[in-house]
């Protein structure tokens, strides 16, 4: 489906732990490969993740059955560390995804 509309998605989360935590397991490889995939039958094998702008971070997920896998991946456009991630992904030649992850204190 070709529209050349723009479609934002947002999805928010309330974390009940420190932001330095969270911080660190969204952002550190050995981490992410132990929460980043969609279900339990999908593992995340290797990341990478250099968090710095004009940086690149990837992530190998793939289907544990082995009928399946992909990279997901992009550059980093703007790094706040324990607050802000701005990143374009580049899906295919078809869709860019643009990804802000935002991280902050509960009062």
């Known amino acids: 489906m070709e529209t050349g ?19 660190e397991y969204w952002t550190e490889p050995e981490h992410i490969t132990k929460w980043y ?5 999908w593992h995340a094998p290797n ?9 690149k971070f990837v992530t190998r997920m793939e289907a544990k059955d082995g009928s399946f ?12 560390k324990m607050n802000l991630l701005d990143s374009l992904l580049e899906m295919d030649e078809k ?12 009062e």
């Open 5 to 23: 509309n723009k479609v934002m998605i947002t999805v928010e989360a309330t974390v009940h732990t420190p932001v330095e935590k969270v911080w």
């Open 47 to 55: 990341a990478e993740n250099d968090l710095r702008v004009g940086g």
């Open 69 to 80: 896998g992909f990279d997901f991946g992009g550059v980093y456009d703007e790094v706040r």
């Open 37 to 41: 995939f969609a279900t339990d039958e």
């Open 95 to 106: 869709l860019l995804l643009l990804l802000l992850v935002m991280i902050t204190r509960l």
